[in-house]
């Protein structure tokens, strides 16, 4: 068994597919504006898990996801092997980190706002 799609409550899935794609540089795997439906793929990993992009607002996820990031605790994870890098570029996109990247005993982390009500961890294990 293994995760083939799993979701992230965004604020706008339209202007989630233009950073996740755009910025990010995930591949579109879905994307039909109409229905407000956004799936993505990581580029290193066509076939791997791919990430809905799904409309906020339903069963009082609006108030439950406004509070994570209020919190700015991050949803998801995204691994990297050169986050050094990863930072530099994405942050030479305009993109707002919390910080610089730390070194913990898990490993070197970062989050930043993905735009859309979200804080996303970029991590180094």
Avoid at 46 to 67: I, V, Y
């Amino acid at each position: 068994m293994k995760i083939s799609l799993t979701s992230v409550s965004v604020n706008d899935p339209i202007a989630a597919h233009k950073f996740y794609t755009e910025t990010l540089g995930f591949v579109s795997k879905m994307f039909t504006p109409e229905a407000m439906l956004a799936i993505v793929v990581s580029p290193e990993d066509q076939n791997g898990t791919a990430l809905l992009l799904e409309p906020r607002g339903n069963l009082g996820s609006k108030e439950f996801f406004d509070g994570i990031y209020n919190a700015k605790m991050p949803v998801i994870i995204f691994g990297t092997d050169d986050i050094q890098r990863d930072f530099e570029t994405l942050k030479s996109k305009g993109v707002v980190f919390n910080g610089e990247p730390k070194k913990t005993e898990y490993g070197t982390q970062v989050n930043f706002d993905d735009t859309c009500g979200n804080w996303i961890q970029l991590h180094q294990a």
